[in-house]
């Protein structure tokens, strides 16, 4: 790990995510990238509109240039290496554009857990991240005293896509010499027998060379209430999932566990993006029941 985005919009959630990032910057001994973005809205119109949005967009580029400047030199005075910018624009879209810009390994931000109706007309920055980013996203979203991992649960079908973005989650475990938790969640709704199961894990074990891991088979009413209960019961550290990227109408539609989990879990929640979804893996579960080609 040799760099690490810290959005913060100076919130008591994105403190804790710049609190988390100092922990792993010294553990990794990587650089912190600290980033503001201010998003003010332009009026184009209108000219007096204009010129409102312009004095406001300069009012806070004063204020926040200064409030963020002061953060970085006190988290620069913990011992870290670090750098800050100030930009312009949608705050998502920096947050990607600054990770893919200075190769960032992780992008620790702070959630607020917004959900339901308030989701819908306020929006979540940390989950349009989420669905976006090209590098893992880890959200914290109460206080982390220490950051020392030992259990890293990874909660998957274990199957297709999986296996090509799962060499991140294997690092930041490596990383901490954690032991890795596989856990495949059944589900009432999703079900698949415990011989199909041990199968596609062993054949997953066996491509991604994984060492110093457990599999457990996790029967529950939902995925999301499983990996939450499983994670409880093994003393989990970190909990890692891949997740598909996704549309705002989608996620109205048809929300992602990692959403859910974002939301709800006390823990640290580390998503990677499965950028397309290959038609290759794309087989009907009988085809699976009887092996991938």
Same mark, same amino acid.
């Given at each position: 790990?040799? &760099?690490?985005?810290?959005?913060?919009?100076?919130?008591?959630?994105?403190?804790?995510?710049?609190?988390?990032?100092?922990?792993? %910057?010294?553990?990794?001994?990587?650089?912190?990238?600290?980033?503001?973005?201010?998003?003010?809205?332009? *009026?184009?119109?209108? #000219?007096?509109?204009?010129?409102? #949005?312009?004095?406001?967009?300069?009012?806070?580029?004063a204020e926040?240039?200064?409030?963020? %400047?002061?953060?970085?030199?006190?988290?620069?005075?913990?011992?870290?290496?670090? &750098?800050? =910018?100030?930009?312009?624009?949608?705050?998502?879209?920096?947050?990607?554009?600054? #990770?893919? %810009?200075?190769?960032?390994?992780?992008?620790?931000?702070?959630?607020?857990?917004? /959900?339901?109706?308030?989701?819908?007309?306020?929006? /979540?920055?940390?989950?349009?991240?989420?669905?976006?980013?090209?590098?893992?996203?880890?959200?914290?979203?109460?206080?982390?005293?220490?950051?020392?991992?030992?259990?890293?649960?990874?909660?998957?079908?274990f199957f297709?896509?999986?296996?090509? =973005?799962?060499?991140?989650? *294997? +690092?930041? %475990?490596? +990383?901490?010499?954690?032991?890795?938790?596989?856990v495949r969640?059944?589900?009432?709704?999703?079900?698949?027998?415990?011989?199909?199961?041990?199968?596609?894990?062993?054949?997953?074990?066996?491509?991604?060379?994984?060492?110093?891991? $457990?599999?457990?088979? *996790?029967?529950?009413?939902?995925?999301?209430?499983?990996?939450? &209960?499983? #994670?409880?019961?093994?003393?989990?550290?970190?909990?890692?999932?891949?997740?598909?990227?996704?549309?705002?109408? /989608?996620?109205?539609?048809?929300? /992602?566990? +990692?959403?859910?989990?974002?939301?709800?879990?006390?823990?640290?929640?580390?998503?990677?993006?499965?950028?397309?979804?290959?038609?290759? *893996? $794309?087989?009907?579960?009988?085809?699976?029941?009887?092996?991938?080609?």
């Amino acid at each position: 790990m040799k &760099n690490i985005l810290v959005p913060t919009d100076f919130s008591e959630h994105s403190t804790w995510a710049l609190e988390v990032a100092i922990m792993l %910057a010294k553990r990794t001994n990587a650089a912190i990238h600290l980033l503001h973005v201010v998003d003010v809205p332009t *009026y184009t119109f209108n #000219a007096a509109y204009e010129r409102l #949005a312009m004095q406001k967009r300069q009012e806070l580029l004063a204020e926040t240039s200064k409030q963020l %400047a002061e953060l970085a030199e006190s988290t620069a005075a913990q011992g870290v290496k670090l &750098n800050h =910018v100030l930009e312009q624009g949608t705050t998502y879209k920096l947050i990607v554009e600054t #990770a893919d %810009a200075n190769n960032c390994d992780v992008i620790v931000m702070g959630t607020h857990g917004i /959900s339901g109706l308030k989701k819908l007309f306020i929006g /979540s920055t940390t989950e349009r991240v989420i669905h976006t980013a090209n590098c893992p996203v880890l959200s914290i979203r109460q206080q982390v005293s220490k950051v020392d991992i030992k259990q890293l649960v990874f909660a998957s079908n274990f199957f297709g896509e999986v296996i090509e =973005v799962f060499p991140k989650v *294997y +690092a930041f %475990a490596q +990383a901490f010499d954690a032991k890795l938790q596989l856990v495949r969640i059944n589900t009432p709704g999703n079900f698949e027998t415990t011989r199909f199961i041990n199968k596609q894990v062993r054949e997953f074990v066996k491509l991604c060379h994984i060492k110093n891991y $457990e599999m457990t088979i *996790y029967n529950d009413n939902t995925e999301e209430e499983g990996v939450l &209960n499983f #994670a409880e019961d093994v003393s989990a550290d970190l909990i890692a999932i891949a997740t598909h990227e996704r549309t705002t109408l /989608s996620h109205l539609i048809n929300p /992602s566990v +990692a959403e859910g989990l974002s939301e709800r879990a006390a823990l640290p929640i580390l998503t990677v993006k499965i950028t397309a979804p290959s038609l290759k *893996y $794309e087989l009907s579960r009988v085809d699976r029941v009887y092996g991938m080609t």
